[in-house]
């Protein structure tokens, strides 16, 4: 049985296995040289952005690009790497985002042009990654979101957008208050999104679209694979946000405070359904790992 999800540790042996051979992978498709020596996570992110970027150079033609991308099989990752309590990171903030046939979601592939996001940018992730870090979520963002793309600047009374992209994992797309607390929250969701879709690839799970549950965050019925992502991200921001409260104060408290108390009522009756629904996943580890991050949000 998998160890309950109630430390640090998010590592997921399936998906251990499953980053290098990705990469691996990707390179050989390629017939290029893997990017310069680095952590298994680190590398995974990155190779998905040179596969994006050079196969988009492929297709527009574009000669010089497609070269830069050879040339770079890390797409540029190395040289915008910023350190932080996870590892190197990647903090961009770019002022327009690609949309695409191949994506219903705006994205952002590194290029040559790509350059870091402000020092306050900077600063503000930092500060976020080791408050994640400190409240047991490092492997989850050392795993699972390496590349930070900033988004819009809010504030706390405002909506938040915030998402992943499956064909760019260890990547997350954040909207942001200038409070490294409330980043690491969201820091925290979309990460958890990535580890759930590699854990599922990793142990070549395919979830039935026809089983459906009720969301209460969408108020409507949904097909397995948004449920159990939503019955996963979501206890996650709650774990989270019930251990920092104590460290903050403030508005950040209050939003915070706000959060939690809605989540819970959010989680409260996705007991039966969720029981279900991880009946669909066959991996019994993975399964117990969901069981177990859905009843502690419950409990708190």
């Known amino acids: 049985m998998a160890t309950p999800v109630q430390h640090t540790g998010f590592r997921f042996a399936p998906t251990d296995r499953l980053h290098p ?24 992110a990155t190779a998905h952005h040179y596969l994006e970027g050079a196969d988009a150079a492929a297709r527009a033609g574009d000669h010089d690009l497609f070269t830069w991308y050879t040339d770079h099989p890390d797409a540029g990752a190395h040289a915008l790497a910023t350190p932080t309590a996870v590892g190197n ?39 976020a990654y080791a408050v994640a870090d400190n409240t047991g979520f490092g492997d989850l963002l050392a795993g699972h979101a390496r590349i930070l793309v900033f988004l819009g600047r809010k504030q706390y009374n405002d909506t ?40 599922l690839a990793a142990v070549n799970c395919k ?41 903050t104060d403030g508005a950040a408290r209050r939003f915070l405070t706000s959060y939690l108390d809605l989540q819970r009522a959010f989680l409260a009756g996705t007991g039966p359904d969720h029981a279900r629904a991880i009946e669909l996943i066959p991996d019994e580890d993975l399964r117990e790992c969901l069981h177990a991050v859905h009843q502690q949000a419950i409990r708190l």
């Open 160 to 199: 938040f957008d915030s998402w992943t992209i499956s064909r760019l994992p260890g990547t997350v797309f954040v909207d942001h208050v200038a409070d490294p607390a409330a980043l690491a929250r969201d820091l925290i969701h979309e990460a958890g999104h990535n580890w759930l879709n590699d854990a």
């Open 89 to 127: 990171c990647v903090v961009i903030a770019p002022e327009q985002l690609i949309t695409s046939p191949i994506s219903d979601t705006p994205y952002y592939v590194l290029n040559p042009y790509t350059r870091p996001a402000p020092g306050e940018h900077q600063e503000l992730a930092r500060a």
């Open 207 to 247: 979830l039935d679209d026809q089983a459906q549950f009720h969301s209460p965050w969408k108020r409507t019925l949904r097909p397995a694979y948004g449920f159990l992502h939503a019955c996963w991200a979501f206890p996650l921001t709650m774990i989270y946000t019930a251990r920092v409260l104590e460290r």
């Open 21 to 44: 051979r990705r990469v691996q992978r990707i390179h050989t498709l390629a017939a290029t040289a893997p990017a310069p020596a680095a952590e298994h996570a680190f590398a995974y």
